[in-house]
């Protein structure tokens, strides 16, 4: 995880709030950090944490969680991470007996219509232990990514439909929280990306947008990261709460600063 | 609108409007032709139940109580920044407070988080349908609310009493999103002509609708498909950290057709009018952005004095071809008419007096 993002969304592992969408959003740029990032702060905060990685490999995400200061594979051993390689499942699907439900069904079906499978993975996934001792804080569901499934085939009602029975059992039900990223393209033709970006939106409590530099690609500045802390029905007297930063991603950390305050420019 | 492989990655943009060919979905079993925005069929008698188009009755979702109140309206439709759902809550907290059923279909959040914020006063006399749990009956312990998204809301329609009521819709884009909108338009239309028939008095005055859009999920189709059913439409935006309601009224007896309110719903959920802002033509200057003189600070000066100014004002150019030099030129001048060179040689000189061009062939 890194440190500044805590300062900046003013929160600790130890203080991590509850019943709570995340909504990681990029556009122009690569905001697979901002996962990185949740998946080593949940692992830190002691929650346990069902991660769907339809993008890149377990051994991808357990070196970059290394740097960060997490290891998935322990992780995974004690029962704290539930990983869903997509990748590699994905194969899986066409060598098992049709019969056995399988959370990445719809590759398979041709009129796949839900993601019921998927969610019913989640739901076993993140099902409290009943044996007494609360191990975990509190469940947590982060996807990599939501895209990807409108470019497999699902429509974005369905895929909203995924994250509606998602939230209803893991942020309201077991009062956990769930991190997703969505590509925003920027292209007003992709009406299926727009609906479920938007769509997601207005459900979420807070979105983290990385943007590229509207002048293009730059060495010191890799992009930049607004974020917006919403109250989906609590009222308030004036808009939700935006901020917004430059960034940095080196080795093993990201460094944030204001606009136009970056340390090569100064 | 549902999903389906093979198919291109865009929706339709063009709902159907066809009530018949919706495949029985349609909530009128009498078969009545004719969507109610269309304008077709006659006015007819109100008390009669089957009247066929009867545009006022369809129309009657949202009366305006002789309020200063922007109430009555069909729809808050709001963006990711202005969200609505606190104004919908306000609206039905003014409902409840004046004595009417207030009945809640909620489809985004859950019921305990829609609730918060109400006394438990104003709780009680809510009638909450939860739609959020399982609205799909994925979960199949037959707690689900039986027919789906399309039978929750015509169950809806059959169990408000007689009486003044209010019915919210939380929200209008989710069910939009998994019906078909012209189902949804028919359900809507006859929720007000059940009401009519069970309650005595006109549907207008019985029967308020409020329904929550999220304005960027939808296109022009279906947002103009459900402006029309509506009396009322608020649009949310604001600025400067001021929220501010845009209202458009299809029916302006009492009230101007184009409105607009700053407002604020207070945390007990009531609503604060500020008045309507003269200031929608003039741009705010971005208070995050103080205006920067960019001479200042500067190492160099970039100001001339009076003095400077005047003696750079005077100057003629060297070669600005003004009326006087031209004059000069063409006036022969009384100097020479050529020019001289003047020559000293020194000791190392060797002047041939010869010259030095003499045998060339020229």
């Excluded at chain 2, 808050?76 to 759902?85: D, I, L, T, Y």
């Excluded at chain 2, 607009?260 to 309507?276: H, K, N, R």
Aim: with cysteine; net charge negative; proline share 8%.
């Amino acid at each position: 995880m890194f440190p500044e993002l805590n300062n900046l969304l003013n929160t600790t592992p130890d203080r991590a709030e509850q019943g709570k969408l995340t909504l990681l959003c990029d556009a122009n740029t690569d905001g697979s950090f901002l996962v990185h990032h949740f998946l080593s702060f949940y692992l830190k905060a002691n929650c346990k944490v069902c991660f769907v990685a339809l993008i890149q490999s377990f051994s991808h995400y357990n070196i970059v969680g290394q740097k960060l200061g997490v290891s998935l594979t322990v992780a995974r051993e004690c029962g704290q991470l539930v990983f869903l390689e997509g990748l590699k499942s994905s194969v899986d699907v066409f060598f098992r007996a049709q019969a056995e439900p399988h959370p990445l069904q719809f590759l398979r079906e041709a009129n796949a219509e839900n993601l019921q499978p998927l969610y019913e993975f989640v739901r076993e996934a993140l099902k409290p232990v009943d044996d007494g001792e609360a191990a975990w804080r509190c469940p947590v569901l982060l996807v990599d990514d939501l895209s990807v499934l409108l470019s497999l085939g699902m429509g974005a009602v369905a895929v909203l439909d995924f994250i509606h029975y998602c939230r209803a059992t893991v942020c309201w039900e077991r009062k956990g929280n769930i991190v997703a990223l969505v590509h925003d393209s920027g292209d007003t033709e992709d009406e299926e990306n727009n609906i479920l970006l938007n769509g997601l939106s207005h459900q979420s409590h807070l979105i983290l947008r990385a943007e590229g530099l509207p002048t293009g690609f730059c060495r010191d500045v890799h992009g930049q990261l607004r974020i917006l802390w919403r109250t989906p029905s609590q009222p308030t007297t004036q808009r939700d709460r935006s901020l917004t930063y430059q960034y940095k991603i080196q080795d093993r950390s990201v460094s944030f600063f204001a606009k136009g305050m970056s340390p090569a420019v100064l | 609108m549902g999903a389906g492989r093979g198919k291109p990655r865009a929706l339709p943009t063009r709902p159907q409007y066809r009530a018949s060919a919706e495949g029985g979905s349609g909530a009128d079993p009498g078969g009545e032709a004719g969507p109610a925005w269309s304008g077709v069929g006659g006015a007819g008698d109100v008390s009669r139940p089957r009247v066929s188009g009867r545009r006022t009755g369809a129309c009657g979702l949202l009366p305006l109580p002789p309020t200063t109140a922007p109430n009555g309206s069909s729809g808050p439709s709001h963006s990711v920044e202005w969200e609505g759902r606190s104004l919908l809550k306000a609206l039905i907290k003014k409902a409840a407070l004046g004595g009417e059923q207030v009945h809640i279909l909620g489809c985004e959040v859950s019921e305990e988080e829609f609730r918060a914020g109400f006394d438990s006063s104003i709780n009680s006399r809510l009638v909450y349908y939860d739609l959020f749990r399982d609205p799909l009956n994925w979960a199949q312990t037959g707690e689900a609310l039986p027919g789906g998204p399309l039978g929750a809301l015509q169950a809806m329609c059959k169990r408000t009493d007689p009486g003044p009521v209010t019915v919210a819709l939380d929200s209008l884009s989710w069910l939009l999103l998994r019906l078909p909108c012209a189902a949804l338009c028919q359900a809507l239309c006859a929720m007000s002509r059940q009401h009519a028939c069970r309650g005595g008095g006109p549907a207008a005055e019985q029967l308020c609708v409020l329904g929550l859009l999220h304005r960027e999920l939808h296109g022009p189709g279906p947002t103009g498909a459900l402006s029309s059913l509506a009396q009322t439409e608020v649009t949310l935006g604001g600025t400067a950290g001021q929220a501010s309601a845009h209202i458009l009224c299809r029916r302006p007896r009492q009230r101007p057709p184009l409105e607009t309110l700053w407002f604020s719903v207070l945390p007990d959920l009531s609503l604060d009018l500020q008045g309507g802002p003269p200031l929608e033509s003039q741009p705010h200057p971005d208070p995050h952005t103080p205006q920067v003189e960019p001479a200042s600070h500067l190492t160099f000066n970039l100001h001339l004095s009076k003095r400077e100014r005047e003696a750079k004002d005077s100057l003629t150019l060297p070669f600005q071809f003004s009326s006087e030099k031209q004059q000069a030129l063409l006036r022969p001048g009384p100097g020479p008419a050529t020019s001289r060179i003047f020559y000293e040689p020194d000791a190392f000189d060797d002047l041939d007096p010869e010259d030095p061009d003499g045998d060339l062939d020229v």
